[in-house]
């Protein structure tokens, strides 16, 4: 292009790359079925013409342009295998072990860098937050959804459009009510015991934590409580149930908890005759007891069961209505707007 050849006349190399190249004429323009459609002129816009030529043939002209001082620092057979940086400069470990110190690294390796993967991964070594360039990793699409079982451990990965989770856990020795901080070194004590494992096919737990933007280990407590009211105080979402990452039901049947108890709370003020009275104690506790009656069997399901029955026959706001139904073979169900002749027969 001009903006090249304007460089290349800089470092007195626009002869030569004229000799090894070819000049374009304008361009023309035609439709699919081959008709005339318009010229590209770029005499029109600038004096020098593009020139067209083989890229292997510019490289050997550049690489004969160089002074021999210049070309003892340059070892094009070499492949970087790691890159640390330090406050006073960078060290490039290169596979067949040579070591190279410096300033700077400048990544011109291809669209599949690996100076642009080091760069990431330093960058969040650092900083967990740190402002990187996304990087899924090879073989993740959007919408793909992996569960690895094994002894003692398990994952779960589920890739957006713009990010991939994973969660891996491993169980403990015993049950534990403790609530403890864990630190980055326990973070690497875990990695090195369970980061062999893999969690699709192909990529290992090593391969995602190296590719992660942000990580944390954390206790994963899960459990259904007895009561779910006491007088005018009612609990819903974890502080009733909960539950681990495994069946995806957690914040759902958080959820859940609301719509129901919504619901009952709605039935309730409509029933009221005088709705600027205070509501009795007596009406809150009924109502409160027929939201746990209703709530705790879909908790119990979502958590020891099959999680598609609770899902397909979860309540909704009964006071709003559904104009547009998703279509399928299995309805969604909920209360008393079921129709019985809408059910499925594998959750009747």
Same mark, same amino acid.
């Given at each position: 292009?001009?903006?090249?050849?304007?460089?290349?006349?800089?470092?007195?190399?626009?002869?030569?790359?004229?000799? /090894? *190249? &070819?000049?374009?004429? !304008?361009?023309?323009?035609?439709?699919?079925?081959?008709? %005339?459609?318009?010229?590209?002129?770029?005499?029109?816009?600038?004096?020098?013409?593009?020139?067209?030529?083989?890229? %292997?043939?510019?490289?050997?002209?550049?690489?004969?342009?160089?002074?021999?001082?210049?070309?003892?620092?340059?070892?094009?057979?070499?492949?970087?295998?790691?890159?640390?940086?330090?406050?006073?400069?960078?060290?490039?470990?290169?596979?067949?072990?040579?070591?190279?110190? *410096?300033?700077?690294?400048?990544?011109?390796?291809?669209?599949?860098?690996?100076?642009?993967?080091?760069?990431?991964?330093?960058?969040?070594?650092?900083?967990? $937050?740190?402002?990187?360039?996304?990087?899924? #990793?090879?073989?993740? +699409?959007?919408?793909?959804?992996? =569960?690895?079982?094994?002894? @003692?451990?398990?994952?779960?990965?589920?890739?957006?459009? $713009?990010?991939?989770?994973?969660?891996?856990?491993? $169980?403990?020795? $015993?049950?534990?009510?403790?609530?403890?901080?864990?630190?980055?070194?326990?973070?690497?004590?875990?990695?090195?015991?369970?980061?062999?494992? =893999?969690?699709?096919?192909?990529?290992?737990?090593?391969?995602?934590?190296?590719?992660?933007?942000?990580?944390?280990?954390?206790? =994963?407590?899960? *459990?259904? /409580?007895?009561?779910?009211?006491?007088?005018?105080?009612?609990?819903?979402?974890?502080?009733?149930?909960?539950?681990?990452?495994? &069946?995806?039901? @957690?914040?759902?049947?958080?959820?859940?908890?609301?719509?129901?108890?919504?619901?009952?709370?709605?039935?309730?003020?409509?029933?009221?005759?005088? #709705?600027?009275? !205070?509501?009795?104690?007596?009406?809150?506790?009924?109502?409160? *007891?027929?939201?746990?009656?209703? @709530?705790? #069997?879909?908790?119990?399901?979502?958590?020891?069961?099959? !999680?598609?029955?609770? +899902?397909?026959?979860?309540?909704?706001?009964?006071?709003?209505?559904?104009?547009?139904? %998703?279509?399928?073979?299995?309805?969604?169900?909920?209360?008393?707007?079921?129709?019985?002749?809408?059910?499925?027969? @594998? /959750?009747?």
């Amino acid at each position: 292009m001009p903006n090249t050849l304007r460089l290349m006349a800089q470092l007195e190399l626009l002869e030569a790359v004229e000799a /090894i *190249g &070819t000049h374009m004429r !304008p361009g023309t323009v035609v439709t699919s079925d081959g008709r %005339p459609f318009s010229t590209v002129d770029t005499d029109a816009w600038c004096r020098e013409l593009m020139v067209i030529l083989h890229r %292997p043939e510019l490289m050997q002209l550049l690489y004969g342009a160089l002074s021999d001082e210049i070309r003892q620092h340059l070892f094009p057979g070499k492949e970087v295998e790691t890159i640390e940086t330090t406050e006073e400069g960078v060290v490039v470990r290169c596979t067949n072990g040579s070591v190279e110190r *410096g300033s700077i690294v400048v990544g011109a390796d291809g669209a599949h860098s690996k100076v642009r993967d080091y760069m990431r991964r330093i960058a969040l070594q650092e900083s967990p $937050k740190a402002a990187v360039n996304e990087d899924p #990793p090879p073989g993740i +699409n959007p919408g793909d959804e992996w =569960h690895m079982h094994g002894s @003692g451990i398990s994952s779960l990965l589920l890739a957006g459009s $713009k990010k991939t989770w994973f969660m891996f856990s491993q $169980k403990l020795p $015993k049950p534990t009510r403790e609530r403890r901080r864990y630190t980055e070194k326990d973070v690497e004590s875990f990695m090195e015991e369970v980061g062999h494992a =893999h969690c699709t096919s192909t990529l290992t737990l090593n391969d995602l934590y190296q590719a992660r933007t942000s990580c944390y280990l954390t206790a =994963h407590h899960e *459990g259904l /409580i007895q009561h779910f009211h006491y007088n005018r105080i009612v609990l819903v979402g974890d502080a009733v149930n909960k539950q681990t990452y495994n &069946t995806g039901q @957690g914040w759902n049947t958080g959820v859940q908890d609301v719509v129901v108890l919504t619901n009952k709370l709605r039935a309730l003020m409509e029933n009221e005759t005088n #709705p600027d009275a !205070p509501i009795s104690k007596s009406k809150i506790k009924a109502a409160f *007891g027929l939201y746990q009656k209703d @709530g705790y #069997p879909v908790d119990q399901q979502a958590r020891f069961l099959y !999680p598609v029955p609770a +899902n397909v026959n979860a309540q909704v706001l009964e006071f709003l209505e559904e104009n547009n139904r %998703p279509s399928g073979t299995i309805p969604w169900l909920h209360g008393s707007k079921a129709d019985e002749s809408e059910m499925s027969p @594998g /959750i009747r």
